[in-house]
């Protein structure tokens, strides 16, 4: 699964990356602990209400889809992964496949593995950063959900509706599976237009832009358990633990 990544550039440097329009309203800052229910940057593509054109935008989503038929948005909290493997299948994410697909730019993402006590030492999970070995952004493949709040009458009311994502994740390779059996799926900049343009529909030949990441493109690092704390943040979580 992903859990908990990073995402620290700059609004503008993400928009001119992904040749995306910067949705004017709230802004986000940087964050180097990203953790389920924070809102987070998407790339996505809609029409405008007005002119009816298509462009696409950067804005903020919470993370943690909620289906349109969901009675709380509480149930975001369980769907901040969907599987490759039956992501068509699943009733909370078919249709979002069909309709409504995003990018979610990221650093790297976090994944702990557990290690066993010995003598004095309690058992711990030691956290690590995993992120492309270029340095480049990732461009995980998402979905993103339009949820109703019924307690708003005014449906123009911007606060009637929430939007929120999940990301789509895969079988873990090269460095990272060495790590955890899962995690979030890249796409490759040559896929970008197919994956967002919402005329798309066909979920055949969407699932085949889902392939396996190829391996030897992740650099693994060890980092602080500082992390496992929602509270801290700050750019020192990358750096190499000490022990």
Not at 12 to 25: H, N, Q, S, T
Request: hydrophobic share 40%.
């Amino acid at each position: 699964m992903c859990g908990r990544y990073a995402s620290s550039r700059a609004p503008e440097d993400l928009a001119g990356l992904f040749d995306a329009r910067l949705d004017p309203g709230r802004e986000l800052g940087p964050s180097w602990n990203v953790a389920p229910t924070d809102e987070v940057w998407a790339v996505l593509e809609r029409a405008d209400r007005d002119t009816g054109e298509l462009g696409r935008r950067l804005r903020p989503v919470r993370w943690g889809l909620v289906p349109s038929w969901a009675k709380d948005p509480a149930v975001g909290s369980r769907m901040i992964n969907a599987r490759v493997e039956t992501v068509h299948e699943k009733p909370a994410f078919r249709r979002a496949l069909a309709k409504r697909r995003c990018l979610l730019p990221a650093d790297g993402f976090y994944e702990w593995e557990a290690v066993p006590a010995t003598g004095t030492a309690k058992a711990y999970k030691q956290p690590y950063f995993i992120r492309p070995e270029t340095g480049s952004v990732m461009a995980m493949a998402g979905l993103y959900e339009f949820w109703r709040d019924p307690a708003v009458a005014d449906r123009d009311d911007p606060d009637a509706w929430l939007t929120t994502a999940t990301i789509i994740t895969t079988e873990a390779t090269d460095a990272a599976g060495r790590i955890h059996p899962r995690m979030p799926l890249a796409l490759d900049p040559g896929d970008y237009e197919a994956w967002l343009d919402p005329s798309h529909e066909d979920t055949t030949d969407l699932r085949a832009l889902l392939h396996t990441p190829a391996g030897g493109r992740l650099a693994v690092t060890a980092v602080s358990t500082a992390v496992n704390s929602v509270r801290n943040n700050g750019p020192h979580l990358l750096d190499p633990a000490t022990s």
